[in-house]
């Protein structure tokens, strides 16, 4: 028997609100249900906005909701090597490039409907070696090649708990960026290699993330990782009809908690009681 493991993995860039909640007491009941194991994890790779204090937060704020998770708790921060390990396969597979452009090149270049997020336009993947030779001391990220990866990775799929099996179509995305000039990783990357290494066997996170699963099916066939089941939940929408969301204030567990609303009024208002 496979033992199911489900994490939780937000970003420490603000306190937890009633999404969170929701997303991390899924994600914990199901494998409480089948007597599997629950991680925490901090994705902490982007050191401009995650700050100590809101990791604080995080664990007060599930220890607060009653749940209970595994230690150490996996901080990215503390493993980039692991993420650079992987970029360098991917190199050595020639499925990624070094891309020079600013944000602004991209948006000059990159043309899309309104509402819709433009898909690299591919500039610095045209770029010849004795041009790409000479700039590599440039500022740079790398971004996949996704019409070389997909090619050479063949067809693939991945099942999902509501949708049932999904042929995946990476190319959909475009050429993402798998290592930031800042960073030296990406989501993408980081949330792929992560899954792997902590033996997580059933993703359970917001269909927001639908879409980015296409992606990282891609990177698990490129790097030979093992494919977990994923379970992409509805999202909790404001009185305003968008979804809860840091950077519109969403009232934050801490701000329900100073209110006086108990854990148990939480779980009873998202359908955990």
Do not use: N
Request: aromatic fraction near 6%; hydrophobic fraction near 45%.
């Amino acid at each position: 028997m496979i033992t199911v493991v489900t994490r939780f993995a937000p970003s420490p860039t603000g306190r937890l609100h009633l999404g969170h909640a929701f997303s991390a007491l899924t994600a914990f009941r199901f494998a409480e249900a089948h007597g599997g194991r629950f991680l925490l994890r901090i994705e902490d790779i982007d050191t401009g906005r995650c700050r100590a204090e809101f990791t604080d937060g995080i664990f007060e704020d599930l220890a607060w909701l009653g749940l209970a998770w595994e230690t150490p708790v996996r901080r990215q921060s503390e493993h980039m090597a692991d993420y650079a390990a992987a970029l360098a396969r991917l190199q050595a597979l020639e499925v990624v490039y070094p891309c020079f452009c600013t944000r602004a090149d991209i948006a000059a270049a990159a043309t899309a409907p309104h509402g819709v997020q433009p898909l690299y336009p591919g500039t610095c993947r045209a770029l010849d070696v004795e041009t790409r030779a000479r700039r590599m001391a440039e500022p740079h990220a790398w971004r996949i090649d996704v019409i070389r990866a997909t090619a050479l990775a063949g067809p693939l799929s991945w099942h999902d708990a509501t949708q049932g099996e999904i042929a995946a179509t990476p190319e959909a995305e475009g050429d993402v960026v798998l290592a930031r000039k800042d960073a030296g990783t990406s989501y993408h990357l980081s949330v792929t290699v992560d899954d792997a290494l902590q033996g997580v066997t059933d993703v359970v996170r917001g269909e927001d993330l639908f879409s980015a699963t296409h992606v990282h099916r891609l990177l698990q066939a490129l790097l030979g990782l093992p494919t977990p089941h994923y379970h992409h939940h509805a999202l909790l929408m404001g009185p305003d009809g968008k979804r809860l969301a840091k950077r519109d204030r969403a009232e934050t567990l801490a701000e329900l908690r100073a209110r006086g609303v108990s854990p148990q009024a939480i779980k009873h208002q998202l359908g955990f009681a």
